[in-house]
C-alpha cells in the first residue's frame, strides 16, 4: 500500500476565512511534505517534517501553517489567504531511512483550492 | 546548484509511436532520478525510478536508463497509448546531508504527452 490520502479534494475559499488541508498515511512513513502545484508547472516544496519536527520552511509566508500531530497526519492551516494563492496542494511522504533506494516520496491526490 | 532539465513539450503522438522524452541533470554528488506521472486532475505518481549509474527503471512500457556519462535519464516507450496522456515529471533527490532523515526532489519543468488514437 503506497496511499498517502487528501481531504478534501476541493476547497473554494474566501480571503477572509480560516480552513485546513488534510493528509494522512500508514505507511510507517516519518517525513512528509507540502508542495504547492500552478496550472502547468512542476511542484514547489513548502515546508518538510521529519519525525514530527519542521525541517524545512522554504519561506513560505505565515498564512500557511502546518502542523504535524503524529506520525501519520499533515496539516495545512490556512487563513487569509490571497487570490495567488489558488493551485494544486500536494502532500507526499517518505521513508524515514534505509538508503537511497527507500526514500521514494509518493504523493496523495491534492486540494484544489480557488481563493476567491 | 541542483537542476533538472526536461525537452520542452508539449509532445503530441499517434497511438503506437515511439516516445522519448529527454531529461538531463545536473551532476552534483550522485542523485538518485525519478520519472513521476500526472494524470489530468490527480497528483503525482511515481513511474520509475533509479538510485545508481547504468540502473534501468521500467514500469508499465516505460523505461528510462541512468547514464551518469551523459548525466541523464531520458523516458522512453516503444509504443504509447491513449491512456499515456499526461504530464510527465524528471526529478532528482538531493542526497541526505548531515544525517537529515529526508530528500529534496528538484523536479523538471514537466512535459505534457498528448496521445491521439
Known amino acids: 500500500d503506497t496511499e498517502v490520502t487528501q481531504t478534501p479534494k476541493h476547497l473554494v475559499m474566501g480571503m477572509t476565512n480560516k480552513k485546513s488541508l488534510k493528509c494522512e498515511q500508514h505507511?510507517?512513513?516519518?517525513?512528509m511534505y507540502w508542495y504547492k502545484q500552478k496550472a502547468k508547472k512542476p511542484p514547489e516544496l513548502m515546508f518538510v517534517y521529519s519525525y514530527e519536527k519542521l525541517s524545512i520552511n522554504e519561506s513560505v509566508p505565515s498564512r500557511f501553517s502546518p502542523e504535524c500531530p503524529n506520525s501519520s497526519l499533515l496539516n495545512l492551516h490556512l487563513h487569509a489567504l490571497q487570490p495567488e494563492d489558488s493551485a494544486l496542494y500536494l502532500c507526499?511522504?517518505?521513508?524515514?531511512?534505509?538508503?537511497?533506494?527507500?526514500?521514494?516520496?509518493?504523493f496523495g491526490a491534492g486540494t484544489r483550492l480557488s481563493v476567491l | 546548484g541542483d537542476s533538472v532539465t526536461q525537452m520542452e513539450g508539449p509532445v503530441t503522438l499517434s497511438e503506437e509511436a515511439f516516445l522519448t522524452i529527454n531529461c538531463t541533470y545536473t551532476?552534483?554528488?550522485?542523485?538518485?532520478l525519478f520519472w513521476y506521472v500526472q494524470y489530468p486532475g490527480e497528483g503525482l505518481q511515481l513511474l520509475l525510478k533509479a538510485t545508481k549509474a547504468d540502473d534501468k527503471g521500467s514500469n508499465k512500457g516505460f523505461e528510462a536508463t541512468y547514464r551518469k556519462e551523459t548525466t541523464s535519464f531520458h523516458l522512453e516507450k516503444g509504443s504509447v497509448q491513449v491512456s499515456d496522456s499526461a504530464v510527465y515529471f524528471c526529478?532528482?533527490?538531493?542526497?541526505?546531508?548531515?544525517?537529515?532523515?529526508?530528500?529534496?526532489?528538484?523536479f523538471g519543468q514537466g512535459t505534457i504527452l498528448t496521445v491521439h488514437p
Open positions: 507526499a511522504s517518505s521513508h524515514p531511512t534505509g538508503g537511497r533506494a527507500k526514500n521514494i516520496q509518493y
Open positions: 551532476a552534483t554528488g550522485y542523485p538518485s
Open positions: 526529478a532528482r533527490r538531493i542526497a541526505n546531508a548531515g544525517g537529515t532523515s529526508y530528500g529534496k526532489l528538484t
Open positions: 505507511m510507517g512513513h516519518r517525513a
